[in-house]
Each structure stands twice: as C-alpha cells, then as structure tokens.
C-alpha cells in the first residue's frame, strides 16, 4: 500500500496503538516522540493516541534545506505500573 493510499485509512492509528500495546506488555511506561511543527497529521495522530506535547526545540530538524522547530511529545502509561517501578541508583 502506498503512502498516499494509507492516508485517512487508520493505518497510523493501528500501527501506533500496537506500539503502544506491545510497549505496555513489555513494562515500558513512557514513549517519546518529536514531529517536525509543519507535520500536522503526524501531532494530530499522535494527540489521538494519548501523546501530549511536552516541549519544543527551535530549528532542530532540517528537511528540504530548511530548518524547522519539532515539537517534543511524551504518552505515559497507567498499565504498565509506571509510578510503582523501582528506583535505580547510579554509584
């Protein structure tokens, strides 16, 4: 299926939903991720998917000869015992 065939289909929506299943059943309880600004289909998906945006960082990503700002997003989970793991101490 071709990128532009894929669009307004789910396909995103289904592969993200998997990641973030297999990350939970996998004891993962932060994704991170960042989208340039102009790609708004991509934050929308990710907003849909329980992202939120947690920062930004200026003329960060370069694509076509020209630097944009990409948005930093972050979903925590409450399924995968998150606040209960424990703390490793590095010394």
């Known amino acids: 299926m071709s990128r532009n065939a894929c669009n307004a289909r ?3 929506s289904a592969l993200l939903r998997q990641l ?3 990350s939970e059943a996998n004891g993962y309880w932060t994704l ?3 989208v340039m600004v102009p790609n ?3 934050r929308a998906l990710l907003t849909r998917n329980g992202f939120r945006e947690v920062g930004r960082r200026e003329r960060y990503g370069h694509i076509n000869g020209v630097w944009n700002d990409v948005f ?5 989970s409450a399924r995968a015992d998150g606040p209960n ?3 490793v101490s590095c010394g």
């Open 10 to 12: 789910g396909v995103g």
């Open 20 to 22: 973030i299943s297999s």
């Open 32 to 34: 991170q991720g960042q």
């Open 40 to 42: 708004t289909a991509s």
């Open 72 to 76: 930093l997003y972050e979903r925590r």
């Open 85 to 87: 793991l424990p703390t």
